[in-house]
């Protein structure tokens, strides 16, 4: 069939669709028109159909303008003026007629009444429980149980089960001894090294030092658990305490001994480690204390001479290479190594002197050579390498001997960029022939490897690593010469 334009348009209009527009200002205003038509003809249905189901109730359950309610109303208001009445009313009285009616048995004013629709009567708790899942109270249906937090009805082993599970809850009812104490067994019988130190806080803020250290004297994992939180939280002063009361002479002395630690002055640090020294260490301890105080009185003479040839830019050492941090509260192999490198030369005499500090602490040889060669091998000074490693028997001849074994002094060597013809003079001096060779593969130590290789008459070998060297160099010609040699006898 074949419609005209006028039944078109006729058609578009009066049909419930409506063509596409890019207007889309006038398609939100025409949206906005329909959702408020729509909210007009809701409320005019639920002011139709509601207003007998309700009205205004207070609190008590009393229609709000019945007899008695303005009876109670007057009697409670006498002494507040107008401002107060009608504040009162706005906060204890509501108006429902805007809620729309709930899918339930009940209307709304019998839900406050407590009157059902059949017209028998029941209690507000009741109420309460019979009406639909969507509350507007939710805090009303929630189980008593969640509410026990707060009502410190908790026993000691609730109460450290709970503190297990990481919940919340206070310690503060336990107020006597005997009910603390009792808190303090479940903890420790719980196995749990963080609720053992919670309640131990909480006895160690509740309780007074002479009664806690005397309970946990009989208590040894719980006194274990105090000693190792009091050392982490640096609480000195009470650690101190309780040592004395358990008469632990010793664990006294390193606790005060630790104090040092915040000490940033040296010269104050220094004057209390000379209070340390008469107190009750072991033997082996005690003569720790004493190297330290002794250190650190080296180490300020010398940070001070120091400091002052540095800036007076006469040394050559300082002005080569000057000093990077201070020398104060170092270790003593960090301040060998500072010696080794700035006052090697110096004589014996001197409190900078290496060999002093060496004698003085009883520094052994292997760490004494390994901190000296690492020194001057930085500076580059092959000749006190050198000497470092030369010995002279009772006849005068000398001999290398190195008490750290020439592996190791190739390696120190190496990694401070030393020649080759050093590198080939201490790899020559490894005993061990297969070390021999593998150093001197790995750090191209040539003739070293085509020495050996014909020591060893091993033509195989020397024929493997002629492919290794530079064609047409002076060391493919020397293998060339061996292999061609007729005096040699090869193994293989």
């Known amino acids: 069939m074949n419609r005209t334009k006028v039944d078109e348009e006729e058609y578009w209009n009066s049909s419930k669709f409506k063509a596409f527009t890019f207007d889309d ?108 899942a969507k509350s507007y109270a939710p805090e009303l249906g929630r189980p008593k149980g969640e509410f026990r937090d ?4 908790w026993s000691p082993s609730d109460t450290v089960r709970r503190l297990r599970k990481g919940k919340v809850c206070s310690l503060e009812r336990f107020r006597s001894l005997q009910d603390k104490l009792l808190l303090l067994e479940e903890a420790v019988s719980m196995h749990d090294g963080n609720v053992i130190t919670a309640v131990l806080i909480f006895l160690k803020r509740t309780l ?29 002063k009470l650690l101190l305490d309780l040592f004395r009361f358990l008469d632990r002479t010793e664990e006294l002395a390193l606790s005060h001994y630790r104090e040092h630690l915040s000490i940033q002055d040296p010269e104050k640090r220094k004057e209390f480690l000379k209070t340390c020294i008469g107190l009750p260490f072991s033997v082996e301890d005690a003569a720790h204390i004493q190297d330290h105080y002794t ?31 201070s020398i104060l509260n170092m270790p003593l192999v960090t301040t ?36 000296a060669l690492a020194a001057r091998a930085k500076l580059r000074a092959w000749h006190d390498v050198d000497a470092l490693f030369t010995t002279k028997n009772w006849l005068g001849y000398t001999k290398k001997r190195a008490p750290i074994g020439f592996h190791r002094v190739v390696e120190i060597l190496h990694k401070n960029n030393a020649p080759v013809q050093i590198l080939q003079e201490y790899v020559n001096l ?61 193994k293989n």
Request: proline letters at 3%; hydrophobic letters at 30%.
């Open 25 to 132: 200002e006038d398609d939100e205003l025409s949206q906005l028109k329909e959702s408020k038509r729509a909210v007009n003809s809701l409320r005019d249905f639920v002011d139709d159909d509601d207003d007998d189901d309700l009205e205004r109730v207070s609190w008590t359950g009393e229609p709000v303008g019945s007899i008695s309610w303005s009876i109670k109303e007057t009697a409670g208001s006498s002494g507040s003026n107008h401002e107060g009445r009608e504040q009162l009313k706005s906060r204890n009285s509501f108006s429902y007629a805007q809620l729309p009616k709930p899918p339930s048995s009940y209307s709304l004013s019998s839900f406050f009444r407590g009157r059902t629709r059949l017209g028998s009567f029941q209690s507000l708790s009741d109420a309460l429980t019979d009406t639909p």
């Open 336 to 371: 060998l190594f500072y010696s080794c490198f700035y006052h090697y030369t110096e004589p014996e005499g001197t409190f900078s002197s290496p060999v002093n500090l060496k004698k003085t602490f009883k520094i052994p040889d292997k760490q004494y050579v390994l901190t």
């Open 150 to 153: 707060y009502s410190n009805d």
């Open 208 to 236: 007074s030092k002479e009664v806690l250290f005397r309970e946990l004297e009989v208590r040894q994992v719980a006194l274990r658990h105090l000693i190792h939180f009091l050392k982490e939280i640096g609480d000195q």
């Open 430 to 490: 490894v005993e061990d022939v297969d070390t021999k060779l593998n150093l001197a593969t790995k750090f191209k130590c040539h003739d070293v490897v085509i020495d050996t290789c014909r020591d060893l008459k091993d033509r195989q070998q020397l024929l493997a690593y002629r492919s290794k060297v530079d064609k047409g160099s002076a060391e493919e010609e020397k293998i060339d010469a061996i292999l061609s040699s007729m005096q040699i006898r090869w």
């Open 295 to 325: 250190l650190l009185e080296r180490q300020i003479i010398i940070e001070a001479n120091d400091r002052h040839l540095e800036s007076a830019g006469q040394t050559e050492i300082f002005r080569k290479h000057p000093r990077k941090a």
